[in-house]
């Protein structure tokens, strides 16, 4: 019986600067990736979230699973900057998760900073 081609959940397992963004998608690790991407301590995750999405707190549950691990959450927020929803900030305050919500590309440099700081940082980036 043959198989069908079988479709993983994007995931590169550690942690990498971006090397780029534009177009839809991220550079990182000598890897590109078309979509949004979670950068937590555990790795690097696709994140179906698209420019104009509603940010709801279900859309971050990776990020609540790896909580104590971080204590920065920047959110690209596509190229405006978009406040996030009060239940968010809520929830992620909850979990004792800083969150700073600022563009792709200003979360995209902060991020790599704090990170070659060795900071407890992850980032959700949405794709532009």
Same mark, same amino acid.
């Given at each position: %019986?043959? @198989?069908?081609?079988e479709?993983?959940? #994007? +995931?590169?397992?550690?942690?990498?600067?971006?090397?780029?963004?534009?177009n839809g998608g991220? !550079?990182? #690790?000598?890897m590109s +990736?078309r $979509?949004?991407v979670l950068?937590l301590?555990?790795?690097i995750? #696709?994140w $179906?979230?698209a420019?104009? /999405?509603?940010l709801?707190?279900? @859309?971050?549950q990776? &990020?609540? /699973?790896?909580?104590?691990?971080?204590? &920065?959450? *920047?959110?690209?927020t596509?190229?405006?900057? !978009?406040p996030?929803?009060?239940e968010? @900030?809520a929830? *992620? !305050?909850?979990a $004792? =998760?800083?969150s700073?919500p %600022?563009s792709t $590309?200003a979360a &995209?440099?902060?991020?790599?900073?704090? *990170?070659?700081?060795?900071?407890?940082v992850?980032?959700? *980036? =949405?794709a &532009?």
């Amino acid at each position: %019986m043959a @198989k069908g081609i079988e479709m993983r959940e #994007a +995931h590169f397992p550690g942690r990498a600067p971006v090397d780029a963004y534009g177009n839809g998608g991220f !550079r990182f #690790a000598d890897m590109s +990736h078309r $979509g949004s991407v979670l950068m937590l301590p555990s790795g690097i995750y #696709a994140w $179906g979230v698209a420019e104009g /999405d509603l940010l709801a707190v279900a @859309k971050f549950q990776r &990020v609540f /699973d790896e909580a104590p691990g971080i204590e &920065v959450l *920047l959110v690209g927020t596509g190229l405006e900057i !978009r406040p996030l929803p009060v239940e968010l @900030k809520a929830a *992620l !305050r909850a979990a $004792g =998760i800083s969150s700073d919500p %600022m563009s792709t $590309g200003a979360a &995209v440099r902060t991020y790599n900073v704090m *990170l070659a700081e060795s900071r407890a940082v992850a980032a959700a *980036l =949405i794709a &532009v």
